[in-house]
T-cell receptor
Framework: GAGVSQSPSNKVTEKGKDVELRCDPI?????LYWYRQSLGQGLEFLIY????????KSGLPSDRFSAERTGGSVSTLTIQRTQQEDSAVYLC???????????FGPGTRLTVT | GENVEQHPSTLSVQEGDSAVIKCTYS??????FPWYKQELGKRPQLIID?????GEKKDQRIAVTLNKTAKHFSLHITETQPEDSAVYFC???????????FGTGTSLTVIP
């Protein structure tokens, strides 16, 4: 079946602009995670959605970052007033629920110039 | 919060030898420990996981051990092959699974 998809695959933006990154999880997966992976670094947790519960936003690095998950499916990560340090690969993952195998999307490579 | 440390950051082994990657964690509430493999330019994929009610789990050439008292867990790859070359990440999570804390990764190179 279809895996996790993300769009766009690459995004180049100017410093100060807003960007939206999209994630389509696997159908039926109630848990959705966003991570940030800087070059040569590990996976930094950003935010977690579980069903209709309030999201865990504790990993968001600043108030310029926000995320939504509409209808318990598609999620959008928004970065406002982008900075050069926001340049990274943003990965989305989904799972059936909680601490089970996470299926990762291909990522969005964001470059802020 | 949880802090996961992973060592070594890079590891080179001869084909056929074993490779061991170690991780430590700080939160005693963590009880789910997955390992992910990320090949160059690709997404991370789960290769094995262990829960705190077991001490060891094997899957063919891959094994993971867990020592809850010492708060460390390790990945063991035996009879390494060139296709094992990748970056490996350990992670720790709790029952609620609301946060996964990943290690910084180990770049494994298997030399033919």
């Amino acid at each position: 079946g279809a895996g996790v998809s993300q769009s766009p695959s690459n995004k180049v933006t100017e410093k100060g602009k807003d960007v939206e990154l999209r994630c389509d999880p696997i159908s039926g997966h109630t848990a959705l995670y966003w991570y940030r992976q800087s070059l040569g670094q590990g996976l930094e947790f950003l935010i977690y959605f579980q069903g209709n519960s309030a999201p865990d936003k504790s990993g968001l690095p600043s108030d310029r970052f926000s995320a939504e998950r509409t209808g318990g499916s598609v999620s959008t990560l928004t970065i406002q007033r982008t900075q050069q340090e926001d340049s990274a690969v943003y990965l989305c993952a989904s799972s059936y629920s909680g601490p089970l195998e996470q299926y990762f999307g291909p990522g969005t490579r964001l470059t802020v110039t | 919060g949880e802090n996961v440390e992973q060592h070594p950051s890079t590891l080179s082994v001869q084909e056929g030898d074993s490779a061991v990657i170690k991780c430590t964690y700080s939160d005693s509430a963590s009880n789910y420990f997955p390992w992910y493999k990320q090949e160059l330019g690709k997404r991370p994929q789960l290769i094995i996981d262990i829960r705190s009610n077991v001490g060891e789990k094997k899957d063919q050439r891959i094994a993971v051990t867990l020592n809850k008292t010492a708060k460390h867990f390790s990945l063991h790859i035996t009879e390494t092959q060139p296709e094992d070359s990748a970056v490996y990440f350990c992670a720790a999570s709790t029952n609620t699974g609301n946060q996964f804390y990943f290690g910084t990764g180990t770049s494994l190179t298997v030399i033919p």
